[in-house]
Protein backbone atom coordinates (compact mmCIF):
# COMPACT_ATOMS: atom_id res chain seq x y z
CA UNK A 1 0.00 0.00 0.00
CA UNK A 2 1.29 3.27 -0.96
CA UNK A 3 -0.42 6.86 0.45
CA UNK A 4 -1.60 7.26 -3.69
CA UNK A 5 -3.48 3.51 -3.50
CA UNK A 6 -5.99 4.22 -0.49
CA UNK A 7 -7.64 7.14 0.39
CA UNK A 8 -6.77 9.32 3.17
CA UNK A 9 -8.42 9.91 6.12
CA UNK A 10 -10.08 13.58 6.54
CA UNK A 11 -8.11 15.74 9.02
CA UNK A 12 -9.81 14.70 11.86
CA UNK A 13 -10.35 10.92 11.73
CA UNK A 14 -6.41 11.32 11.19
CA UNK A 15 -6.13 13.21 14.53
CA UNK A 16 -8.02 10.05 16.68
CA UNK A 17 -6.56 7.82 14.72
CA UNK A 18 -2.88 8.89 15.48
CA UNK A 19 -4.35 9.31 19.17
CA UNK A 20 -5.13 6.08 19.42
CA UNK A 21 -2.46 3.72 16.82
CA UNK A 22 -0.36 3.68 19.61
CA UNK A 23 -1.64 2.07 22.35
CA UNK A 24 -3.44 -0.64 19.50
CA UNK A 25 0.46 -0.80 18.10
CA UNK A 26 1.57 -2.21 21.54
CA UNK A 27 -1.30 -4.31 22.17
CA UNK A 28 -1.49 -5.92 18.87
CA UNK A 29 2.71 -6.87 18.97
CA UNK A 30 2.11 -9.14 22.06
CA UNK A 31 -0.02 -11.36 20.10
CA UNK A 32 1.47 -11.67 16.95
CA UNK A 33 4.85 -10.85 16.59
CA UNK A 34 6.65 -12.99 19.29
CA UNK A 35 10.51 -13.39 19.03
CA UNK A 36 12.89 -16.07 17.70
CA UNK A 37 13.50 -16.58 13.83
CA UNK A 38 15.01 -19.64 12.57
CA UNK A 39 16.94 -20.16 9.29
CA UNK A 40 14.47 -21.08 6.32
CA UNK A 41 15.59 -22.79 3.26
CA UNK A 42 15.86 -21.30 -0.23
CA UNK A 43 12.34 -20.85 -1.89
CA UNK A 44 10.51 -23.06 -4.47
CA UNK A 45 12.04 -23.38 -7.81
CA UNK A 46 8.77 -21.68 -8.95
CA UNK A 47 9.75 -19.01 -7.16
CA UNK A 48 13.57 -18.71 -8.85
CA UNK A 49 11.75 -19.34 -12.29
CA UNK A 50 9.07 -16.25 -11.25
CA UNK A 51 12.50 -14.43 -10.59
CA UNK A 52 14.60 -15.54 -13.92
CA UNK A 53 11.84 -14.30 -16.21
CA UNK A 54 11.84 -11.15 -14.85
CA UNK A 55 15.68 -10.89 -15.21
CA UNK A 56 15.87 -12.27 -18.65
CA UNK A 57 12.83 -9.81 -19.50
CA UNK A 58 14.80 -6.55 -17.77
CA UNK A 59 15.91 -3.96 -20.19
CA UNK A 60 19.59 -2.67 -20.01
CA UNK A 61 18.14 0.96 -19.80
CA UNK A 62 20.17 2.04 -16.31
CA UNK A 63 23.68 0.89 -17.40
CA UNK A 64 25.75 3.39 -16.11
CA UNK A 65 28.65 4.88 -17.51
CA UNK A 66 32.15 3.49 -17.92
CA UNK A 67 35.08 4.84 -16.31
CA UNK A 68 37.69 6.45 -18.46
CA UNK A 69 40.33 4.36 -19.47
CA UNK A 70 38.11 0.66 -19.41
CA UNK A 71 37.70 -1.53 -22.78
CA UNK A 72 34.04 -2.36 -23.25
CA UNK A 73 34.39 -5.71 -23.97
CA UNK A 74 35.82 -5.91 -20.95
CA UNK A 75 33.00 -4.44 -18.95
CA UNK A 76 29.43 -6.07 -18.28
CA UNK A 77 26.08 -4.53 -17.15
CA UNK A 78 24.66 -6.75 -15.14
CA UNK A 79 20.95 -6.71 -14.07
CA UNK A 80 20.01 -8.61 -10.83
CA UNK A 81 16.47 -9.49 -9.98
CA UNK A 82 15.89 -11.06 -6.76
CA UNK A 83 12.62 -12.19 -5.00
CA UNK A 84 13.75 -11.83 -0.79
CA UNK A 85 12.28 -12.85 2.15
CA UNK A 86 13.12 -10.38 5.07
CA UNK A 87 12.62 -11.02 8.87
CA UNK A 88 13.83 -7.78 10.48
CA UNK A 89 13.18 -7.52 14.31
CA UNK A 90 9.43 -8.88 14.93
CA UNK A 91 7.89 -8.64 10.96
CA UNK A 92 8.44 -10.90 8.28
CA UNK A 93 7.88 -10.63 4.85
CA UNK A 94 7.91 -11.46 1.10
CA UNK A 95 9.42 -8.52 -0.19
CA UNK A 96 8.13 -7.74 -4.40
CA UNK A 97 11.01 -8.16 -6.56
CA UNK A 98 13.43 -5.64 -6.80
CA UNK A 99 16.00 -5.04 -9.38
CA UNK A 100 19.38 -3.55 -9.25
CA UNK A 101 21.58 -2.58 -11.93
CA UNK A 102 25.43 -2.43 -11.99
CA UNK A 103 28.79 -2.29 -14.33
CA UNK A 104 31.50 -4.39 -13.62
CA UNK A 105 35.14 -5.11 -15.11
CA UNK A 106 38.94 -4.15 -15.15
CA UNK A 107 40.13 -0.84 -14.16
CA UNK A 108 43.44 0.09 -16.16
CA UNK A 109 45.79 -0.33 -13.52
CA UNK A 110 44.07 -4.25 -13.28
CA UNK A 111 42.22 -3.99 -10.17
CA UNK A 112 38.56 -5.07 -10.68
CA UNK A 113 35.93 -1.68 -10.85
CA UNK A 114 32.32 -1.63 -10.27
CA UNK A 115 29.82 1.21 -10.74
CA UNK A 116 26.47 1.42 -9.50
CA UNK A 117 24.14 1.59 -11.68
CA UNK A 118 19.80 1.95 -10.36
CA UNK A 119 17.37 0.17 -8.13
CA UNK A 120 14.20 -0.12 -8.27
CA UNK A 121 11.23 -1.88 -5.69
CA UNK A 122 7.93 -1.59 -5.06
CA UNK A 123 6.33 -1.27 -1.92
CA UNK A 124 4.81 -4.24 0.08
CA UNK A 125 2.21 -4.72 2.76
CA UNK A 126 3.26 -5.60 6.31
CA UNK A 127 0.86 -8.16 7.71
CA UNK A 128 -1.34 -6.65 10.91
CA UNK A 129 -0.44 -3.22 9.66
CA UNK A 130 1.22 -0.36 12.39
CA UNK A 131 -0.98 -2.29 15.01
CA UNK A 132 0.34 -6.01 14.24
CA UNK A 133 -3.79 -7.28 14.71
CA UNK A 134 -6.44 -7.82 11.76
CA UNK A 135 -7.39 -4.51 12.22
CA UNK A 136 -4.28 -2.97 10.94
CA UNK A 137 -5.22 -5.50 7.59
CA UNK A 138 -8.53 -4.69 7.11
CA UNK A 139 -8.79 -0.75 8.19
CA UNK A 140 -6.80 0.95 5.51
CA UNK A 141 -6.01 3.95 7.64
CA UNK A 142 -4.04 1.69 9.75
CA UNK A 143 -2.21 -0.35 6.55
CA UNK A 144 1.48 -0.03 6.65
CA UNK A 145 4.09 -1.07 3.45
CA UNK A 146 7.79 -1.30 3.40
CA UNK A 147 9.31 -0.57 0.56
CA UNK A 148 13.46 -1.29 0.28
CA UNK A 149 15.68 1.61 -1.14
CA UNK A 150 19.32 1.93 -2.04
CA UNK A 151 21.43 2.43 0.74
CA UNK A 152 24.55 3.66 -1.09
CA UNK A 153 26.68 0.95 -0.77
CA UNK A 154 27.50 -2.10 -2.71
CA UNK A 155 30.58 -4.39 -3.95
CA UNK A 156 28.70 -7.27 -6.42
CA UNK A 157 32.40 -9.16 -5.83
CA UNK A 158 32.14 -9.52 -2.38
CA UNK A 159 28.09 -10.02 -2.22
CA UNK A 160 27.92 -6.73 0.20
CA UNK A 161 25.27 -4.12 -0.26
CA UNK A 162 22.78 -1.83 2.13
CA UNK A 163 19.36 -0.92 1.85
CA UNK A 164 17.02 1.51 3.48
CA UNK A 165 13.13 0.24 4.40
CA UNK A 166 10.83 3.38 3.72
CA UNK A 167 7.68 2.39 6.07
CA UNK A 168 4.25 3.97 4.09
CA UNK A 169 1.06 4.76 4.91
CA UNK A 170 -1.54 7.00 5.43
CA UNK A 171 -0.91 7.68 9.56
CA UNK A 172 2.87 8.17 8.28
CA UNK A 173 5.11 11.02 7.03
CA UNK A 174 6.99 10.19 4.06
CA UNK A 175 10.39 10.12 5.62
CA UNK A 176 10.07 7.16 8.09
CA UNK A 177 12.26 4.83 7.24
CA UNK A 178 14.22 2.14 8.99
CA UNK A 179 17.86 2.63 8.68
CA UNK A 180 17.54 6.90 7.87
CA UNK A 181 20.43 7.53 9.67
CA UNK A 182 22.44 4.25 8.63
CA UNK A 183 21.49 1.90 5.88
CA UNK A 184 20.99 -1.68 6.48
CA UNK A 185 23.99 -3.71 5.94
CA UNK A 186 23.73 -7.25 4.51
CA UNK A 187 26.60 -9.94 3.47
CA UNK A 188 25.14 -12.52 1.92
CA UNK A 189 26.74 -16.02 1.54
CA UNK A 190 25.55 -18.37 -1.07
CA UNK A 191 23.23 -21.28 -0.39
CA UNK A 192 24.51 -23.23 -3.01
CA UNK A 193 26.08 -23.02 -6.80
CA UNK A 194 24.79 -20.67 -9.20
CA UNK A 195 22.20 -22.49 -12.13
CA UNK A 196 22.87 -21.48 -15.60
CA UNK A 197 19.20 -21.13 -16.80
CA UNK A 198 19.87 -19.63 -20.25
CA UNK A 199 22.74 -19.12 -22.54
CA UNK A 200 20.99 -16.96 -24.97
CA UNK A 201 20.49 -14.51 -23.19
CA UNK A 202 22.56 -15.19 -20.11
CA UNK A 203 20.43 -16.18 -17.20
CA UNK A 204 22.03 -17.31 -13.89
CA UNK A 205 20.10 -18.31 -10.91
CA UNK A 206 21.35 -18.19 -7.32
CA UNK A 207 20.33 -18.23 -4.06
CA UNK A 208 22.25 -16.50 -0.64
CA UNK A 209 21.08 -15.08 2.64
CA UNK A 210 22.16 -13.22 5.76
CA UNK A 211 21.86 -13.97 9.22
CA UNK A 212 24.06 -11.84 10.96
CA UNK A 213 22.85 -8.11 9.85
CA UNK A 214 21.97 -5.64 12.34
CA UNK A 215 18.18 -3.76 12.25
CA UNK A 216 18.54 -0.32 13.52
CA UNK A 217 15.03 1.81 14.81
CA UNK A 218 12.77 3.31 12.79
CA UNK A 219 13.24 7.36 12.40
CA UNK A 220 11.98 10.45 10.89
CA UNK A 221 7.87 8.75 11.47
CA UNK A 222 6.69 11.50 13.55
CA UNK A 223 5.08 10.60 16.62
CA UNK A 224 3.98 7.34 16.33
CA UNK A 225 7.93 6.66 15.91
CA UNK A 226 8.40 4.97 19.75
CA UNK A 227 5.33 2.66 19.16
CA UNK A 228 6.08 1.90 15.90
CA UNK A 229 9.48 0.65 16.77
CA UNK A 230 8.42 -1.33 19.91
CA UNK A 231 5.57 -2.72 17.27
CA UNK A 232 8.14 -3.86 14.63
CA UNK A 233 10.48 -4.95 17.46
CA UNK A 234 13.64 -2.21 16.25
CA UNK A 235 16.37 -1.87 17.06
CA UNK A 236 17.02 -5.76 16.66
CA UNK A 237 20.59 -7.07 17.36
CA UNK A 238 19.88 -10.54 15.92
CA UNK A 239 17.62 -12.98 15.17
CA UNK A 240 17.37 -11.12 11.67
CA UNK A 241 17.12 -12.86 7.70
CA UNK A 242 17.65 -12.09 4.74
CA UNK A 243 16.94 -14.98 2.40
CA UNK A 244 17.34 -14.24 -1.16
CA UNK A 245 16.60 -15.73 -4.71
CA UNK A 246 17.93 -13.85 -7.23
CA UNK A 247 18.96 -14.23 -10.75
CA UNK A 248 20.97 -11.77 -13.15
CA UNK A 249 21.75 -11.08 -17.08
CA UNK A 250 24.85 -9.58 -18.64
CA UNK A 251 26.02 -7.44 -21.94
CA UNK A 252 29.17 -6.33 -22.25
CA UNK A 253 29.67 -2.65 -23.32
CA UNK A 254 30.65 -3.33 -26.99
CA UNK A 255 26.89 -4.97 -27.32
CA UNK A 256 24.92 -2.62 -25.79
CA UNK A 257 23.10 -0.43 -28.36
Not at 99 to 104: D, G, I, L, P
Amino acid sequence: MTKSDAARPTSATARRLAAVVGAAVLAGTAAVCAPGVAYSAPRSTTASTSVSTTASATGFGDCPALPDGVDPARWRCEVHTAAPRLTMGAVTVDLAPITMTHAEGPLPDGSNGQVWGAMHSTPTAVPGGLTGTPAGDHAPALGMAIQPEYGGRSDFYTGTFSLRFRLVGPLLPHGCTIGASAPVDFRLKRSGPSKWVSQDPPVIEFSAYDDTFTAPAAEHCGPLTPSLNRRLGLPAAGHNLMSYDASYTFKTYDQLS
